[in-house]
């Protein structure tokens, strides 16, 4: 069965970091593409950064530079680690597993950046 499990949220100051981890089960990093997104309130959910098998890896524009996406075979873990956070940055987080028509999502993690 497939599991995501995100973690690593919480309230930061703008210009701080956060580390968020995404604990997969079930799921073969060799088949699916990893993706973190991202949700603000009444806003549609986007996408924040992906990496694929090989370590392939996308940013969105309003992330490149500040945000990196990396894979912890060992551990099954995609980890997305958040620099220079701004008050935009304030969203749930999902971790995202795709391949083709498969879709599975974690149940979030809450970022809020505010003074």
């Known amino acids: 069965q497939v599991q995501l499990v995100e973690s690593g949220g919480g309230v930061v100051q703008p210009g701080g970091s956060l580390r968020l981890s995404c604990a997969a089960s079930?799921?073969?990093?060799?088949?699916?593409?990893m993706d973190w997104y991202r949700q603000a309130p009444g806003k549609q959910r986007e996408l924040v950064a992906q990496?694929?098998?090989?370590?392939?890896?996308t940013y969105a524009d309003f992330v490149k530079g500040r945000f990196t996406i990396s894979m912890d075979d060992a551990k099954n873990t995609i980890i997305l680690q958040m620099n220079s956070l701004t008050p935009e940055d304030t969203a749930a987080y999902y971790c995202?597993?795709?391949?083709?028509?498969?879709?599975?999502w974690g149940q979030g993690t809450q970022v809020i950046v505010s003074s």
């Open positions: 079930g799921i073969s990093f060799s088949i699916y593409t």
């Open positions: 990496i694929t098998d090989g370590g392939r890896t």
């Open positions: 995202h597993a795709g391949f083709i028509s498969r879709n599975y």
